[in-house]
């Protein structure tokens, strides 16, 4: 019997049978930005809806022009724009698959111009000020949501999601914080919530009982001002009686000062949300956010919290997960890591979504479908099991090459070992295993604690040589940089060097900072979700408006200073999605940050520096030095001192802003070529 019994008994709505309870989350990809956007879209959805997802929900479509997310952004309200959508609903159908059109109307969270809210008032998160709707136009905006339902079921779709959760203009009217309308739709909570329950019944009246209708729901709003459980519990009865045939859950609006789902965010953090709703409602419930493996998704419907799973983040990692999980293959599936760096980060700047873990994901086009063998099978050696040496040794391998992995350490995975000693960065576990069982599923030959030279390389008759070698830690000079004092992040995150309680780092970029959090200790945090919970400040009864309370108090391991020499923020390189939740746990544990400062010395007292022409000395048990990296090249500059070729990827080729996305980017399509 399948360890997934939940997971993959198939389940019936609206007249669809769904063949297993797993449903691909909408996402936002940005892929309408590019060129043959249709044919992307396309390609995108169908390889998902190949891999056995039972129900695809596409990006948010705004129903109204000036409900888009930004400049440019989906919007269907019109029946000659059907064409682009008809490819997308044929492809998924000939896959085998059902795709629903999520309809969503970014209320005050529109970065447009002329954004509209039930009433007045900017969102901390945009810079436009929305103008507070006629009650005319509510009506008219209800009816809009009607118009696309209908215009997504003449496109072939099985159905629509009418997004009411995130903070969007829906979860704005049902907000008192964000609701001072004095007409029918604000005020009360019956008037609040009329806004959403009209929109359903208008959208089941245009589009009949066959067509899927899912609402999902803000399961806790994390913003004061928001809705309590027992609200929330008696708003999920009304959409079921004013039409819905599901419900999917939303967590947290988008200005909420909670992560909702970062990998600080433990592993089925809102279960107890989802089941609220559950618990209130007879037609299924759909749990989302931080569900990536098929383990944590079937225990999450053996405890009866909800009667599907939602993931969007996993399904870029691996648009095969329900097939894997289907076919007894579930740890063959590559894992989501909750980084957010190819996804959101990209979306947040304006780039097309993708994923660190799968580089081809919405590059379907670019990559093909596939693995494409190689025409003429080559002995290859690959040097350094960091991400770019491990991702590059995989897909040369699957294409048929014979390939032997050289490793100096003692296990693979170069910088991620020490990433996933950080606190919040554990789900590095879980792409490690991953990478250790494809390496051996792909049959290449792994040679670890094996520091190869250009020699030996030489001499083993190999046809290609790529040199994965990483990065070496920058040392600067500084006056006393070999003082004892003195530790490198290898040292730290590496070699598990004992730390003393006041800490200078210096260095500011992605490494300071995980640097930073070790130091201050949270270890909890990001796998107990009642840890969590108090350090964020949530209350999990969601007894108080919107469940958010005061954080606990934390007190650190450490006093940690920071520095970076430039002037400005510090921090501005990490990630736009989870930057801010690492700044405010630093801040909660005390850590202080400097720019702009000139290190002077490193002598017994600690760190001597300056800043604005003002010298200074922080007094100071150790100084870690984080301050950037250099390729490691030595290997093959020795090999073409010898005359011998070899290809370079990784931080060996290029160390500047090298992150493991950029990394494993780059082997994919190297291996892809020779
Ligand atoms: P490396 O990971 O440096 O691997 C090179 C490997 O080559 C090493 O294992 C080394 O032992 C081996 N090697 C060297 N010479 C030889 C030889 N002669 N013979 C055999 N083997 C050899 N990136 C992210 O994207 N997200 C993060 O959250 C993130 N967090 C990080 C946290 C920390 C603390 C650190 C240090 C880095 C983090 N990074 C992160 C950066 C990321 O780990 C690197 O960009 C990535 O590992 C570089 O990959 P690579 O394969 O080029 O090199
Ligand atoms: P980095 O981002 O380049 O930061 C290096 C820091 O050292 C900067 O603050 C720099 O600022 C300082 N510095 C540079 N040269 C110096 C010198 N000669 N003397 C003193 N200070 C100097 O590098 P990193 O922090 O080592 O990170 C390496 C890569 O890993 C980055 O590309 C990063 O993206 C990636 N990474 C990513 C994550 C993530 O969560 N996504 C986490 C960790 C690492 P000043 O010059 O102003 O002092
Ligand atoms: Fe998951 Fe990171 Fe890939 Fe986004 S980029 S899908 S968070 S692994």
Redesign the pocket.
């Known amino acids: 019997m399948s360890p997934f019994p939940h997971l993959l008994a198939p389940l019936r709505i609206a007249g669809t049978t769904l063949p297993n309870r797993m449903v691909m989350g909408a996402m936002h990809t940005r892929l309408e930005t590019l060129d043959r956007p249709t044919e992307r879209l396309a390609a995108f959805y169908a390889a998902r809806a190949r891999g056995e997802i039972a129900l695809i929900l596409t990006g948010g479509h705004a129903p109204v022009p000036e409900g888009v997310m930004d400049e440019g952004g989906l919007v269907l309200d019109r029946r000659d724009q059907l064409a682009s959508h008809e490819p997308i609903t044929r492809e998924v159908r000939r896959a085998g698959g059902h795709i629903v059109l999520q309809i969503l109307h970014a209320g005050r969270y529109a970065k447009v111009a002329d954004c509209v809210a039930p009433s007045e008032g900017k969102a901390r998160i945009n810079t436009f000020a929305p103008r507070a709707l006629a009650t005319a136009e509510v009506w008219s905006t209800i009816d809009s949501y009607a118009n696309t339902a209908a215009l997504a079921q003449e496109a072939g779709y099985a159905g629509v999601e009418v997004m009411g959760s995130e903070g969007y203009l829906i979860n704005e009217f049902t907000a008192s914080v964000t609701n001072r309308r004095d007409d029918e739709f604000g005020g009360s909570f019956d008037n609040r919530i009329r806004f959403p329950l009209e929109i359903v019944k208008a959208v089941r009246a245009r589009v009949g009982a066959a067509f899927i209708v899912i609402y999902r729901i803000s399961s806790i709003d994390l913003v004061d001002g928001g809705m309590t459980a027992a609200e929330i519990a008696a708003f999920a009865r009304r959409i079921q009686q004013a039409g819905a045939d599901a419900i999917n859950t939303g967590v947290g609006w988008h200005e909420a000062a909670v992560p909702t789902i970062a990998a600080t965010v433990p592993r089925a953090a809102w279960a107890g949300a989802v089941r609220n709703v559950r618990q209130a409602v007879t037609i299924p419930v759909i749990a989302s956010n931080r569900i990536n493996t098929p383990q944590v998704a079937e225990a999450l419907l053996a405890s009866g919290a909800a009667d599907m799973v939602s993931m969007a983040r996993p399904l870029l990692a691996d648009p095969d997960f329900a097939r894997k999980t289907r076919l007894g293959r579930a740890d063959e599936i590559a894992p989501c890591i909750a ?1 957010n ?1 190819a996804c959101l980060d990209h979306i947040f700047t304006e780039r097309v979504a993708t994923c ?1 873990v799968n580089p081809r994901a919405g590059r379907e086009i670019e990559f093909g479908d596939g693995v494409e063998p190689a025409t003429s099978p080559r002995r290859v050696a690959v ?8 991702t590059f040794a995989i897909n040369a391998a699957g294409r048929g090459h014979t390939v032997t992995l ?4 003692d296990q ?8 996933r ?2 606190p919040g ?1 554990s789900e ?1 576990d879980g792409l490690l295993r991953w990478f250790e069982d494809t390496l051996t599923r792909n049959r290449v030959r792994v040679r670890i604690g ?4 250009a020699d030996e390389l030489a001499r083993g008759g190999f046809d290609e040589i790529v040199i ?4 070496l830690p920058r040392r600067p000079t500084i006056p006393g940089i070999d003082h004892p004092k003195v530790l490198g ?1 290898v040292d730290v ?1 590496g070699l598990g060097t004992e730390v003393g309680p006041r800490v200078a780092i210096l260095g500011a970029g ?2 300071g900072f ?2 930073a959090e070790f130091l201050v200790g949270e270890p909890l945090e990001s796998t107990d979700i009642g840890a969590f919970a108090q350090a964020w400040g949530v209350d999990p009864s969601i007894g108080v408006p919107g469940g958010v309370t005061r954080p606990a108090p934390f007190a650190a391991r450490r006093q940690i200073h920071l520095f970076q020499r430039k002037p400005g923020t510090l921090g501005r390189s990490l990630g736009k999605s989870t930057g801010w939740i690492l700044k405010a746990k630093l801040k909660r544990a005390g850590v202080t940050l400097t720019a702009g400062v000139t290190y002077e010395a490193i002598d017994d007292r600690g760190l001597h520096y300056t800043i604005d022409g003002q010298p200074r000395v922080l007094e100071v048990d150790h100084v870690i030095l984080c301050t950037g990296q250099e390729s ?1 090249r ?2 093959h500059d020795e090999l073409l001192a010898r005359g011998v070729n070899a290809r370079l ?4 080729a290029e160390a500047a802003e ?6 494993i980017d780059q ?1 994919t399509r190297l291996a892809i070529t020779i």
């Open positions: 980084c760096q660190l040097v350094g099991a960091g991400p770019a040496g491990m050289f490793e100096a350490a693979i995975g170069g910088q991620l070992v020490m990433a000693r950080v960065k590095f094996t520091r190869v030279g994965a070698t990483g990065v992040y995150l992605g490494v995980d640097v490691n030595v290997l990827i990784g931080g060996a090298l992150d493991a996305r950029r990394a082997a």
